[in-house]
């Protein structure tokens, strides 16, 4: 089992930045690849972007393309998102996921599921 803890988000003004912080814990850290989504109210989850186990290569959704960073430390168990020009249609509840030792691209299979941290984008 791996468990996922999100945090970091919160309320933000429009034009703002968060950093996300998913926190895992249960196995190797290092031998699992990330993914980062999100979920509006009355809307399906959406892929973000995904960081993977070996090399830490990195995917992006189109649209995110620019206004996103994923990272990682392998040291700290840890997961970042750092999300940048933060606009009211970003507000979400944002998730990490883990999928063992798959590629970075947005259509794994993730195993592991965070409980997700709330991002509130005030305009």
């Known amino acids: 089992q791996v468990q996922l803890v999100e945090s970091g988000g919160g309320l933000v003004q429009a034009g703002g930045s968060l950093r996300l912080s998913c926190a895992a814990s249960?196995?190797?850290?290092?031998?699992?690849?990330m993914g980062w989504f999100r979920q509006a109210p009355g809307k399906e989850r959406e892929f973000v972007a995904v960081?993977?186990?070996?090399?830490?290569?990195?995917y992006y959704a189109d649209s995110w393309k620019g206004r996103v960073t994923v990272s990682r430390d392998n040291a700290r168990n840890t997961v970042f998102l750092q999300i940048y020009s933060l606009r009211p249609e970003d507000t979400a509840v944002y998730y990490c996921?883990?999928?063992?030792?798959?590629?970075?691209?947005?259509?794994?299979?993730?195993?592991?599921w965070g409980q997700g941290t709330q991002v509130t984008v005030s305009s």
């Open positions: 996921a883990a999928n063992f030792r798959g590629l970075p691209r947005p259509n794994n299979v993730y195993n592991y």
């Open positions: 249960g196995r190797t850290f290092s031998d699992y690849t």
């Open positions: 960081i993977g186990w070996a090399g830490g290569r990195t």
